[in-house]
Every structure is written in C-alpha cells, then in structure tokens.
C-alpha cells in the first residue's frame, strides 16, 4: 500500500480559501490540530482495514481541523487514486506538495499516476523529485530509482542531483559555506562547513562512492579535528571499502 497523504473536500477547500485570506490558518488552534492529527490516525486505521469510506470521512475532517496538514490530503489522494478519480487524486497529491514540499510520499504517488496515464515525461519529474526528497536508501526512494530506470534514468544521472538538491537545502538551512577557505574562517563557519561536509560524505558513502566519500570526510576532519562523529564515520567508510576488496 502506498504512503498516505489526504486531502480536503473540494467544497470544503473552496469555503476556506473563500472565506479567508492566508492569515486565515492561524485562526486554527493547538487544539484543533491536535485534534485533527487524531483523526487523521483514525483514517489510517479505517484504511488498513480496508474501509476507504470511513478512512476519506476521517481525512476529510482532518483537514477541516487543520488545513495545512499536508499528510491528510495525500492521504485522502490515495484513497482517490484506488477509486480511478485521478484528476482529484493528482489535486490532492498537489496540495501536499503545496502544504509541505519535503513530504516525499505525494512526489511518487503523482509519478505512479502519470506513468499510468502515459505522461512519461511528468511520471520522470516526479519520481526524481521523490528521489531528491528522500533518503537515497529509503524503500521509496529505491522504488522510485527503478521507475526511473524503466524510462530511461540510470542512477548516475539522479546522483549529481541528488547531491546538489541536497547540498543547497543544507546550506539554506545551516547558512553554511559549500566551498571552505581554510584556516582563515572563524570556528563556528568551521564546524558548519565541517557538518556539511560529512553530511556529504554519507550520502556518497551510501551511494557506494567511496572514495568520493572519503575525501569529503577528509575535508570535515581538518576543519572539526575533534568532532567524533566525523572521525567515525570516516572508519565506516574505511571499513566499507576494505570489505569490497
């Protein structure tokens, strides 16, 4: 079964965004998304029981309670994807990306749908969306590579991106510089760089680059020297490539 996101009724969504501008979701309280969290709880156990009517009344309340809980409306897209409604399916899968663009879930759901409808070149953009959102090893994401695969995509072509995608989100988050000085930075830029760097060199290191890997690492060393996770990671890496050998 697929990953779960759901999605407000049509006539609810249209009410909302009628009745209120954007500061219109801060009027939902605490309480209310808590509230809706617990409901849309309720709609997972409903669905895995099979009753997808029960399970679609539960999301929708959901994101009635809280219309910014992007999981709901994927939720209640898979639901309309399983009844044949795409066109609403492909709207709510939309709106969860919309809510929350690092929920991978709904980038896949969209790929499956398109590759359905025959619309390759969509069904490639999302399943490397879900690829670049993701773990590199996640169930999901390995899913997604041997979709890509199918139509065409090597891993080696997702790879660069995924780096990058991965790097810029870092470095917006971190504010952290990709490409360190040396010694001339100030110690807190030193231990950032050095973060970004071993971030870096796991992914490679999951990817099977490892000398790739362990030159980032090496890279994170110099500028942490004391960081012990660094150091550890390094010794993975090494024990990794000893054991191919």
């Known amino acids: 079964m697929k990953k779960i996101i ?10 909302l965004l009628l009745s209120c501008a954007t500061p219109c979701f801060a009027q939902f309280s605490a ?20 009753d997808l009517d ?6 929708q309340k959901a994101m009635e309670l809280d219309p910014t809980l992007a999981v709901a409306y994927n939720d209640a897209g898979v639901i309309y994807e399983a009844r044949g409604w795409n066109d609403r399916a492909k709207q709510a899968y939309g709106k969860a990306i919309e809510l929350d663009p ?27 969306q879900r690829v670049l959102i993701g773990d590199w090893n996640d169930e999901w994401s390995v899913k997604a590579r041997k ?29 952290i510089n990709a490409q360190p000085s040396g010694n001339d930075l100030d110690p807190k830029t030193r231990k950032r760089n050095a973060r970004l760097h071993l971030l870096r060199g796991k992914q490679l290191s ?40």
Do not use: C, W
Request: net charge negative.
């Open 31 to 50: 309480e209310s998304k808590k509230t809706a969290v617990m409901y849309r709880d309720k709609g997972l156990d409903a669905q895995k029981n099979g």
């Open 102 to 128: 690092a929920l991978a879930s709904p980038y896949y759901n969209l790929g499956s749908i398109y590759e359905k409808e025959g619309d390759l070149e969509k069904a490639a953009y999302y399943f490397k």
């Open 6 to 15: 759901p999605h407000l009724s049509a006539i609810t969504l249209s009410f």
């Open 147 to 175: 979709e890509l695969k199918s139509l065409g995509i090597s891993d080696p072509e997702v790879q660069e991106g995924f780096l990058d995608e991965n790097m810029a989100r870092m470095e917006a988050m971190q504010d």
């Open 54 to 59: 029960t399970a679609l009344v539960y999301y």
């Open 206 to 245: 999951s990817m099977g680059r490892f000398d790739e890997a362990i030159l980032e690492l090496g890279i994170a060393v110099t500028l942490d020297p004391k960081n012990k996770e660094i150091k550890k990671t390094l010794e993975d890496v090494n024990r990794k490539i000893l054991a191919t050998h």
